[in-house]
């Protein structure tokens, strides 16, 4: 039998400075708490239901990745050590140092798919980036690229053209988050094919800490990225996924009209998407959840 899922917690004698989509920020002085519940949005609404245990596995990747990376580039991560704190907390949550947020996301593009495929479908680019062509959905990109979102606080993040990260940011930012964001990409996309793993696309998100860029937040997570089984591969349309497409497909199939109310899923959409969530952490982290 599942555990039940967590979708919200309450610590008292902690600020809670946030209650994002899936995470709770709590304030400790001189550093964050981010928890991560089992909270599921699809369509930009947080569903009524939530999935068992996918908190765990986004912060069990994400500690995986950091670690993975951590010769490329530092992190915000303080401490895993919640022994102080109720018992739900463990294994999702993360006390951090606190940064200042760049105000964009990060996005890298190995493959062509969701808004990158429609910005290519209307335009021939993507983010203003001149791409070949006659590309099929899902293909392979020559090179990868970087193209930035804006971050938004309700409904979608909107892509922006390099160009507008110089304005907000200055040219040398600009182009160390973009050096950055592909060199991650690259090193960390290597490793997954080798196990079996397309990560399509990924965004993540850097701040500064006394004065040196460091990455934050979640890291390639079934949340934040792309991964298609190599395996299925097959360019011209969408791609099987490790993700919430399996949400999504459901929501799609009973015509919800992605307005409020979010539907709640059936236990048995909420199960095999809890499985798939299990399933990328195993096979990229060789541990299972």
């Known amino acids: 039998m599942a555990s039940q899922p967590l979708l919200e917690t ?37 569903l009524a239901t939530g999935i068992p245990g996918k908190g765990r596995v986004l912060t069990q990747m994400t500690l995986f990745w950091l670690e993975f ?33 760049f105000d964009v996301e990060c996005v890298a593009r190995g493959y062509l798919s969701g808004s990158g495929w429609k910005d290519y479908v209307r335009t021939g680019a993507l983010c203003g980036i001149p791409l070949p ?43 160390r988050l973009r050096e950055l964001t592909l060199t991650i990409y690259k090193k960390a996309s290597a490793y997954a094919r080798e196990r079996g793993i397309i990560i399509a696309d990924t965004k993540f998100e850097f701040g500064v800490v006394d004065g040196q860029i460091i990455l934050a937040d979640e890291v390639m997570t079934p949340d934040s990225s792309r991964f298609w089984p190599a395996e299925t591969y097959s360019p011209g349309g969408p791609q099987p996924s490790y993700d919430k497409q399996f949400v999504r497909d459901y929501l799609e199939s009973i015509h919800w009209n992605k307005q409020p109310p979010a539907p709640a899923l059936p236990p048995d959409v909420a199960e095999k998407t809890a499985e798939k969530y299990k399933e990328a952490y195993r096979v990229l982290s060789g541990k299972s959840l």
Do not use: C
Request: avoid cysteine; charge should be negative.
């Open 10 to 46: 309450n610590l008292p004698g902690y600020t809670l400075r946030a209650r994002g989509k899936v995470r709770d920020i709590y304030d400790d002085g001189d550093r964050l708490l981010i928890v991560a519940t089992d909270r599921i949005s699809a369509f930009d609404y947080i």
């Open 69 to 101: 990376l951590r010769d490329v580039v530092p992190n915000h991560l303080l401490s895993t050590d919640m022994s102080a704190l109720p018992p739900e907390f463990e294994g999702r949550s993360m006390w951090v140092k606190k940064a200042a947020m």
């Open 133 to 175: 062509s006659g590309l099929r959905e899902s293909d392979q990109l020559p090179e990868p690229i970087f193209t930035p979102a804006t971050k938004a606080q309700s409904g979608h993040d909107e892509n922006i053209p390099f160009e507008n990260v110089v304005e907000r940011l200055g040219e040398a930012t600009a182009s």
